[in-house]
């Protein structure tokens, strides 16, 4: 099943399927590691909503929600 990081709730585990973003907001993805066939691990959110605090490569990454929209994922089960 396809969806974006977005809509992740805590502890859901998925692999990049895509980048939708353009320009400098898919430039600066791709340097902090998201790219196609990484896994992400939904660690939490913050109480407002945003950011998020993923684990992808072995750190932690905090992204905003507008970010987070344009990743699309696979969800493992």
Do not use: Q
Not at 11 to 34: N, P
């Amino acid at each position: 099943m396809e969806k974006t990081l977005k809509e992740f709730v805590p502890s859901e585990k998925g692999t990049v399927r895509g980048i939708t973003a353009e320009g400098r907001i898919r430039r600066r993805l791709f340097d902090m590691g998201v790219t196609p066939g990484a896994e992400i691990v939904m660690k939490k959110v913050a109480p407002l909503g945003d950011p998020i605090e993923v684990t992808l490569r072995g750190y932690e990454l905090s992204l905003r929600k507008s970010e987070a929209e344009c990743i699309l994922m696979e969800v493992e089960k």
